[in-house]
Antibody, heavy 121, light 107 residues
Framework: QITLKESGPTVVKPTQTLTLTCSFS??????????VGWIRQPPGKALEWLAL???????RYSPSLKSRLTITKDLSKNQVVLTMTNMDPVDTATYYC?????????????WGQGTLVTVSS | DIQMTQFPSSLSASVGDRVTITCRAS??????LAWYQQIPGKVPKLLIY???TLQSGVPSRFSGSGSGTDFTLTISSLQPEDVATYYC?????????FGPGTKVGIK
């Protein structure tokens, strides 16, 4: 059974750095083709793709947020960590992590429940 | 970067109606197009991948078509449990952009 779960602070202050952890089970990020990504959704708004990391350490970022994002993986803990610097109230959103496969390419098939992050002083 | 658009942005239809949602990519993406359903308050759920392949467990009233830049999601007979926002997403190469969503309601 594949599961993913996001964890991190529920409130951060403007200009602070957000660190979110995706803990997963039922698959391994050392397995060929596997990737874990982050997607966010501001309240009442659309989904926005943020970042992805793959089994081979390849990674990709949203061009509009690239300068603020870092994605890493910890194989021993089955975790993927996303950091986002210089948080602003417009970054208030539910942040999801999700799994995808590549080669051949496949979309996000398993999602975490999401974690709401509010940016407020 | 390739932009994704959807239309309409919202629609209301009667139970049993046929509903069609359109997604357009600003450049060709072959068939690397997925559709997700997000019921209010819930996590997005993968419905269709490769433009027309139903994910396991998805009711057969859902179907997808298209290739290149123009894609459609069709619900052949709208059910009350289909009330949701539907998103398309390109997944050929990063960035894996989502469309703005189409909100589907019942009249």
């Amino acid at each position: 059974q594949i599961t993913l779960k996001e964890s991190g602070p529920t409130v951060v202050k403007p200009t602070q750095t957000l660190t979110l952890t995706c803990s997963f089970s039922g698959f391994s990020l050392s397995t060929t083709r596997v990737g874990v990504g982050w997607i966010r959704q501001p309240p009442g708004k659309a989904l926005e793709w943020l970042a992805l990391i793959y089994w081979d350490d390849d990674y990709r970022y949203s061009p509009s947020l690239k300068s603020r994002l870092t994605i890493t993986k910890d194989l021993s803990k089955n975790q993927v960590v996303l950091t986002m610097t210089n948080m602003d109230p417009v970054d208030t959103a539910t942040y999801y992590c999700a799994r995808r496969l590549s080669n051949p390419s496949f979309p996000f098939d398993y999602w975490g429940q999401g974690t709401l992050v509010t940016v407020s002083s | 970067d390739i932009q994704m658009t959807q239309f309409p942005s919202s629609l209301s239809a009667s139970v049993g109606d046929r509903v069609t949602i359109t997604c357009r990519a600003s450049q060709g993406i072959s068939n690397y197009l997925a559709w997700y359903q997000q019921i209010p308050g819930k996590v997005p759920k993968l419905l269709i991948y490769a433009a027309s392949t139903l994910q396991s467990g998805v009711p057969s009233r859902f179907s997808g078509s298209g290739s290149g830049t123009d894609f459609t999601l069709t619900i052949s007979s709208l059910q009350p449990e289909d009330v949701a926002t539907y998103y398309c997403q390109k997944y050929d190469r990063a960035p894996h952009t989502f469309g703005p969503g189409t909100k589907v309601g019942i009249k």
